[in-house]
């Protein structure tokens, strides 16, 4: 029993995306299957024929062969004895009968024959392959009635997008998922996939797939979608029927607007020395940016917090005196599970400045090599000036954070040192509105 499956995406029941661009096609034919072998034929399309598999656990695939879009010769091949139309180069058209290809023959109406090609062959549509195809052999232990297959593909992505709108002590969170195709697909239930999902095979190359900046088609906003826990991964399937087309954009909410308390902080990170290696810093001072971070809390039993968060890029936005949302800054977040807080580095503040400098460096030798003479470890002692200033018309605190490597401590300091882990301790510094302060430390290190 032969089947063809036509288009590829034309009938498909649902499609499962992942941000790697693998897609799990899972189609439902209405085309019944007798018991015993069934030859079914399926335009590739991006399809991977060794993926290729039944969810019915009644049908097992025997054997798959797989074909290339249909060249000229291999058209007649297939033409042979049968009357085609050939367009010639007057414009004209002339009807023969194809008798060989190799050697080329063809017999005219009249009767003559014609050792050559008559023209360019118009052919109908059953002869010509317009891409790839899998000619797929399946096993039905019983009767069955519909086709289901399922099999891996490539050409569609998806990303979240996350905004975060900041208020007086809360902020309203939005989620987007964005999935882009660069196939056809006609009314299809769509899902996409969140979490870090291993590949061991290539990917099979596309061919005519060119990656171009996509237009969006946005959806309702009171469309959302539902979200499920699949192994280790969470999936989200998408409201209604998708209809994607090849380099739009479809945008449809993860979860409808949601209110979450948040904490603002600027963080200065020690600027010396360079990723925990001692030596003397710069005779003069050296300005470090204050980064500005925000966190998002996510208790469990709230309406935000309940909800695992995928992958993506976060804008945050706050009003100015108008009411108007300006954008203060973008980051990124990984897969976030529920109940875990979200925290957002946005960029350097304006307004709160930083400027570290080393007041003192030395070395002093523990001991030598007891046969060699060579040096061997040694005492390094620092002392750092730290100067906050704030341009704000608030108060505000800055973390100072200190990160080395190895064993070290801080001997003194102007301020309470709160030791954060073994190579990190943080410095909490008011600073008054319009004010500057001053943080002096020393830091001692075996090197």
């Known amino acids: 029993m032969a089947i063809l499956l036509g288009s590829p995406l034309a009938a498909q029941t649902s499609l499962s995306i992942y941000r790697d661009g693998r897609v799990v096609v ?6 019944a299957l007798q018991q015993g072998r069934n030859t079914v034929t399926v335009k590739l399309d991006g399809l991977d024929p060794a993926t290729l598999f039944s969810p019915d656990t009644a049908v097992s695939v025997v054997a798959t062969t797989t074909r290339a879009a249909s060249t000229v010769d291999e058209a007649l091949a297939r033409a042979i004895g ?35 090609s008559p023209g360019e062959p118009l052919f ?34 998806w990303e979240a997008t996350y905004q975060v709108l900041l208020g007086r002590g809360r902020a309203w969170v939005a989620g987007v998922a964005t999935v882009t195709s660069q196939v056809q697909v006609d009314s299809a239930e769509v899902q996409v996939v969140a979490g870090a999902v291993r590949a061991t095979r290539p990917p ?47 945008a449809t909410a993860l979860f409808p607007r949601t209110g979450a308390e948040f904490t603002r902080e600027f963080i200065a990170r020690g600027a010396f020395p360079f990723q925990g ?38 804008q945050v936005y706050e009003s100015d005196s108008a009411g108007r949302p300006q954008l203060l800054g973008e980051a990124t977040i990984d897969h976030t599970p529920a109940g875990s807080d979200v925290r957002l580095y ?8 930083s400027e570290w400098l080393q007041t003192d460096w030395r070395t002093e030798p523990l001991q030598r090599q007891p046969i060699t003479g060579a040096a061997g470890p040694q005492k390094l002692t620092a002392s750092y000036r730290v100067t906050l200033r704030n341009a704000k018309a608030d108060a505000v605190t800055v973390d100072v ?22 190579g990190e301790v943080r410095f909490r510094v008011p600073l008054p509105a319009g004010g500057s302060v001053q943080l002096t430390y020393t830091i001692e290190a075996k090197s």
């Open 124 to 157: 109908p549509s059953e002869l010509v392959r317009t891409g790839e195809e899998a000619m797929v052999t399946l096993e039905a232990s019983r009767g069955r009635p519909r086709t289901e297959v399922a099999y891996v593909a490539q050409g569609a992505t």
């Open 277 to 314: 290696f001692y030596g003397p810093g710069p005779t003069g001072p050296t300005t470090v940016p204050v980064q500005v971070w925000y966190t998002l809390k996510r208790p469990t039993r709230s309406p935000f917090g309940d909800r695992p968060l995928p992958a993506g890029s976060v």
């Open 204 to 250: 099979r190359a596309e061919k005519g797939v060119f990656a171009m900046p996509a237009p969006m088609a946005a959806r309702a906003a009171s469309e959302e979608a539902q979200e499920e826990a699949v192994g280790e991964r969470h999936v989200y399937t998408l409201p209604g029927r998708l209809t994607l087309e090849r380099g739009v954009a479809v």
């Open 401 to 422: 954070i200190e990160r080395h490597q190895g064993e070290w401590k801080v001997t003194e300091s102007s301020m309470p040192a709160e030791r954060l882990s073994a």
């Open 26 to 31: 899972r189609r439902t034919l209405p085309q």
């Open 346 to 353: 946005t960029g350097d503040a304006f307004d709160v400045t």
């Open 82 to 116: 049968q009357t085609l139309s050939f367009v010639r180069a007057k414009g004209d058209t002339v009807r023969a009968t194809v008798l060989s290809v190799t050697p080329p023959q063809y017999r005219l109406t009249d009767g003559r024959l014609l050792l050559g």
